[in-house]
């Protein structure tokens, strides 16, 4: 299955860049999660101002999380630090990540816009963001590998699976 539209070979491309750089600064992957994690909640916030440049602000910032999203796991496996804990955290700044983008996006547009309903639909994105992080902190996501869960538990959810499931 693929997505129509993906930034993933740009920002494979841009890491080749910059994991050296952390490996040389002997900056942790979780250091470089946590980075992440900061450049998406500020480009939140930039998204909230509502003006141009906030969104221009707030786009570059959840860019630049995104890529250092896509380094962590890199220095992670490169310095041979990958870990349950590591997964989490990575899991966990993810989910911010999407609640501040939707939350400031929502705020953003309502500023511009207030006769719109883009407090409500920035909170029911925010709130689907969340709601994705729980089903994944506990366990029963259709869209991952059932070897990471207990035996019978990835087909729980197999029905959504298959209804999302696009083809090629």
Known sequence: MTTPLSLLP????LARFLVPLF???????????????????????????????GMICG???FLLANLLDECDGKVARLTN????????LDTIADCIVHV???IGLGL????????GSFLFLGAIA??????????????ITPWQASSSQGEGKGDRLAWVT?????ED
Do not use: K
């Not at 740009?10 to 491309?13: C, G, H, R, V």
């Not at 630090?81 to 989490?88: D, E, H, I, R």
């Not at 925010?126 to 366990?139: N, Q, R, T």
């Not at 298959?162 to 696009?166: F, M, P, T, V």
């Open 10 to 13: 740009i920002n494979s491309a």
């Open 23 to 53: 490996l040389r600064a002997s900056i942790s992957a979780n250091a470089v999660t946590s980075l992440s994690q900061l450049s998406g909640v500020a480009g939140g916030l930039f998204f909230s101002l509502g003006t141009s440049h």
């Open 59 to 61: 786009a570059l910032g």
């Open 81 to 88: 630090t990958t870990s349950q804990l590591g997964a989490f």
């Open 100 to 102: 501040a983008l939707f």
């Open 108 to 115: 953003g547009l309502h500023r511009q816009f207030p006769q």
């Open 126 to 139: 925010a709130g689907g963001s969340f709601l994705s992080f729980v089903l994944d902190v506990g366990g």
């Open 162 to 166: 298959e209804w999302l499931r696009i």
